[in-house]
Structure formats: structure tokens, C-alpha cells
């Protein structure tokens, strides 16, 4: 198979071969433990609190949920780093090659977008995923997290 040959004002310069993709394996049973475990840790106090009080009046429920809500939130800020983890895993391990192959910075942008995640949480890591898919253009760079 004969590489194709570009000229870029200047000299010749040949393609460099495809890179090959990362294909992710998908651990399905991981997440269905993931979302239980979140249920049962945030709703579990709630039914103990209903199973325990035999007449539970509406003041004791809502200073129970007071307690719970704070840490429901933290359990839905963790899962949600790693849900919205999973969903690019799923993209990379099912999306199109063309589709993949067209993003010109290092890492891809779906890496950079795990990366990110990894690195700074939710709550700074996905202004950076979108800063990063604003500045994805033509001619690539390199740029980590």
C-alpha cells in the first residue's frame, strides 16, 4: 500500500500512519454494583430512621433529611465523576474511527476529558472538558490537564 504524499508549502511530507485507538473494555457489573452501593449508602439511613420510629412525624423526617442530604449530595457529586467517566469510556469503545480520528490535539479530547476528571473532580475538571472543546481546532497541539 503506497503512502500518500502531502504537500504543505514546502516540502513533501508523508502521512504518518493511523494511530490506533483505544478501545476501552466495558466492566458493566461495576457499575450496576457502583449504583446500588450510592442507593444504599444515601437512602439506607432513611429507611432505618422510618423502621425504628413507629409514628413518625413530618418534623423528624425533615431533620432527618437534613443529615442526609449533605452526604446524598457528596455520593452524587463522587458517582457523577465516575458516571459521566463511564459515558466517555462508552464513546471510546463504540464510537465510529472517523469519528474518533478527527480530534488534532494530544491526548483526544475524550482522554483529556478523563484526565481531567481524574485530576480536578466534577465541579473544576468539566469547565476545563469544555474549555478543551472550544479550543479543538485545526492545526493540533498538545495539552494536559
Known amino acids: 500500500m503506497k503512502k500518500k504524499k502531502i504537500i504543505l508549502n514546502g516540502p513533501k511530507m508523508i502521512n504518518p500512519p493511523e494511530s490506533k485507538l483505544y478501545r476501552p473494555k466495558i466492566n458493566y457489573l461495576k457499575v450496576i ?61 463504540y464510537a465510529k474511527s472517523e469519528t474518533r480520528l478527527r480530534c488534532h490535539m494530544t491526548p483526544s479530547c475524550s482522554e483529556y476529558s478523563i484526565l481531567a476528571l481524574k485530576k480536578y473532580g466534577v465541579l473544576r475538571g468539566v469547565p476545563k472538558m469544555i474549555g478543551r472543546f472550544k479550543r479543538c481546532s485545526y492545526p493540533g497541539s498538545i495539552d494536559y490537564p
Open 33 to 93: 454494583v457502583f449504583v446500588i452501593s450510592h442507593f444504599v449508602a444515601c437512602e439506607i439511613p432513611l429507611v432505618v430512621f422510618l423502621c425504628i420510629n413507629d409514628s413518625v412525624n413530618l418534623i423528624d423526617f425533615i431533620s432527618l433529611q437534613i443529615y442526609i442530604l449533605p452526604l446524598s449530595f457528596l455520593m452524587f457529586l463522587v458517582t457523577l465523576r465516575y458516571t459521566l467517566m463511564w459515558f466517555i469510556r462508552l464513546y471510546q469503545r
